[in-house]
């Protein structure tokens, strides 16, 4: 392998129901239909790469489980390089996901299994060297991820963390990342500081706790409203698209990747979060998380 993207992240298998609307503690309710889909927020993103033309590399941990099987058979059939995934004696990952067709809003429960015995070290410095970006994402182990930036820094990597799901993490790994991407809960999560929702100047105020560094940026989705995104210590909003949604799951993983291609690309934040923008707007239109990831075609012409 040798690909100018590599996401270090998890490989979940999606068992998703479909209901009109979010059942009350204690109530039964009578499901739409049900559907199983790869997922997991590194392979996601990985798809989105692919799709969008880009070769991209997984790193991560399936099972050896008949769950593992698909996963591997699904991500190869998308054309992401799976040759550094390995399997582990034990369950896959998988999400328990429900999607409230009323609202298009969904819960997710994830049940880690082999995502929690992903290694930094399955990836050799040969390489990582050869590689332009390395995204990741916190359904790994963030030690392992903190590691891996640490000598991507070396070798002058382009580093995206996405801080989901909401989780503690070090101040060192925030030190060691380039570009930080999340939403404002998750905001909200890694400032401990309650944020106004939607509004940029609070989502500034809180941006500034993290004392980022001058070449540090964030990237905060806002879901349909748009993007705020701080870089060169100035702040930018950036509007959303309006689009009828059917199932947002994932819509922030095609965000990430759809910025991690577009970046290869042209090297701008901003034009590559314009892009990324329009990707997540495409995603929620379709079923599935990885399943509804755009082509780069479809993007180019919307809208
Ligand atoms: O971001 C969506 C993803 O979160 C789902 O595919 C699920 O596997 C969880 O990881």
Redesign the pocket.
């Known amino acids: 392998m040798s690909s100018p993207i590599i996401v270090f992240g998890?490989i979940?298998?999606?068992l998703v129901v479909y209901s009109d609307k979010q059942p009350a503690k204690g109530e039964t309710i009578l499901g739409n239909s049900f559907e199983t889909?790869q997922?997991?927020?590194g392979?996601?993103q990985a798809v989105a790469i692919s799709k969008l033309g880009c070769p991209v590399s997984l790193i991560g941990k399936v099972g050896d489980d008949v769950f593992g099987d698909e996963l591997l058979e699904s991500l190869n059939s998308e054309q992401v390089d799976t040759s550094l995934v390995e399997r582990h004696e034990g369950p896959s990952?998988?999400?328990f996901?429900y999607v409230f067709e009323e609202t298009s809003e969904n819960q997710?429960i994830?049940i880690s299994g082999s995502n929690e015995q992903v290694k930094s070290n399955q990836i050799p410095d040969k390489e990582l060297s050869a590689t332009d970006v390395l995204i990741s994402q916190l359904?790994i182990p963030p030690s392992e991820i903190e590691d891996l930036f640490i000598r991507a820094k070396k070798s002058g990597i382009y580093r995206i963390l996405n801080t989901?799901?909401a989780l503690k993490i070090s101040k060192n790994l925030i030190h060691e990342t380039d570009l930080l991407v999340m939403n404002e809960s998750e905001l909200e999560n890694l400032t401990e500081q309650t944020i106004e929702r939607q509004n940029t100047d609070s989502i500034g105020q809180a941006i500034k706790g993290l004392n980022l560094s001058t070449t540090q940026s964030i990237a905060v989705t806002l879901g349909s409203k748009g993007v705020y995104v701080y870089a060169n210590q100035k702040g930018h909003f950036i509007d959303g698209h309006k689009v009828e949604p059917v199932d947002t799951?994932?819509s922030?993983?095609c965000f990430i990747g759809a910025l991690a291609s577009q970046y290869l690309e042209s090297n701008d934040l901003l034009d590559s979060v314009n892009f990324a923008n329009k990707a997540a707007a495409l995603s929620v239109m379709k079923r599935g998380?990885?399943s509804s990831m755009p082509t780069l075609k479809e993007v180019v012409n919307f809208q």
């Open positions: 998890s979940n298998m999606d889909f997922g997991g927020k392979a996601n990952g998988v999400a996901i997710i994830v359904e989901a799901p799951t994932g922030g993983d998380a990885s």
